[in-house]
């Protein structure tokens, strides 16, 4: 499985961005997709996770309410849709597939990682 996210590009604070990441491979609806993100000088973090169906999603709570995860089974892609973009927001996003199905927090729960994708929001 490989993955590539794409998206990422430098917008004003309260604009917005959307976030795609592509999955190679059969089988894209079995697994559960997530986006973790790192800012610099920071250990990465949790950002979003939907199932494989789409019918279930988690946020962390620093995005609740302005980022939105979904996917496209028939396209293989899951999307992260960011709006009312913070500085804080700034870092680089990775998409991340679990094989397990899970919608976990945990680095520890995804298999397979893209390459990252770097948002920056300037003030």
């Known amino acids: 499985v490989q993955l590539q996210a794409s998206g990422g590009g430098l917008v004003q604070a309260g604009g917005s961005l959307r976030l795609s990441c592509a999955a190679s491979g059969r089988s894209f609806n079995r697994y559960g997709m997530g986006w973790f993100r790192q800012a610099p000088g920071k250990e990465r973090e949790f950002v979003a996770a939907?199932?494989?169906?789409?019918?279930?999603?988690r946020y962390a709570d620093s995005v609740k309410g302005r980022f939105t995860i979904s996917r496209d089974n028939v396209k293989n892609t899951v999307y992260l849709q960011m709006n009312s973009l913070k500085p804080e927001d700034t870092a680089v996003y990775y998409c991340a597939l679990a094989t397990a199905q899970a919608m976990g927090v945990l680095e520890s729960e995804y298999d397979y990682w893209g390459q990252g994708t770097l948002v920056t929001v300037s003030s």
């Open positions: 939907i199932s494989r169906s789409g019918s279930n999603t």
